[in-house]
Each structure stands twice: as structure tokens, then as C-alpha cells.
């Protein structure tokens, strides 16, 4: 597991994990935390934290109170909290978030917007971005995972 994401981290408190080997074909609707360390092609909306560790990857919309990523992600980000990219983690896709860490080694290749911190900018926003954040399915291009994959981001 990266060094930067034992902060934040607590394996005691998660929810649902997908283990290296696994993979998820199809969305994930989660109200608690899910560590994935396996592959993931859906969507994954979860109403508590994502971590995805070293040899996770995922394909997919993906929408967390707060992401720490030591992986792979292709695709759309949106958190109302904390995105954080260790060294080894990789996003690939358009990030909507409340704050952004990306380590050094970390990469991130794509658009980001940052939510407003003022409360009541912030509620508003956050109630759009919900519902937009379904509508940028139709701009990942979904793709089988491997190395001799073209990767195509908007």
C-alpha cells in the first residue's frame, strides 16, 4: 500500500473489498467505504470513501466522499471532499473535486475543477455536479484493460 494514503486510510473501517484477481463488470452502489485492489469496468457511486490500492484499476464514473488512489483510473472523478493521487496512482479523465493532492511520481492527465469552499456556492454546485456527473458517461470511452490500449480522454 502507497505511504501517503496510511493517513487517511483505515483498513478496520472498510466496507466492501475487491480483491486482486477480481473483476467487477457493472456499476457499484455503495452507502459504505470499498477498497478495491482488483479491476472494476462500472460505475461506482459510493456515499462513503474509495480507496483503490496498488494493483486496482478501474474503468469507470466514479462518485465517493473522499478518493485515495495508489492505482489506476480511467474515467470521470467527482468527490465533495479530498482526491488524493499517491506516487504510484494514475487518474486518466475529468476530476470534479473539493481538494486535490497529487504526490510526486503521482500523474494525473485530464480537466479538473475544484468546487467552491463557500457554503452556500458550494450546496448549489454540488447539487449540478451530482446530476452531471451521470451525464459524462457518454464521454469515457470504454476500452478492455492492457497495455496495447490506445487510452482516449476529452
Sequence with gaps: ?????HSTYKPSTTDAFIGKGTTIEGNIFSEATIHIEGRVNGDIHCAGDVFIGESGQT????????IINAGKIEG?????????ITSKGR??????????????????????RMLATDKKIQESE??????????MKEEVE???FGKD??????
Excluded: W
Aim: charged content about 20%.
Design 126 to 135: 454540488q447539487d449540478k455536479l451530482i446530476f452531471k456527473a451521470g451525464s
Design 76 to 84: 470521470n472523478i467527482y468527490t465533495k471532499g479530498k482526491l488524493t
Design 1 to 5: 500500500m502507497a505511504e501517503a494514503a
Design 59 to 66: 474503468r469507470s464514473i466514479l462518485a465517493a466522499r473522499h
Design 149 to 154: 490500449k490506445k487510452i482516449v480522454a476529452s
Design 91 to 112: 487518474v486518466i479523465g475529468k476530476i470534479v473535486v473539493q481538494s486535490l493532492h497529487v504526490s510526486e511520481g503521482g500523474l494525473f492527465h485530464g480537466e479538473c
Design 142 to 144: 470504454r476500452q478492455p
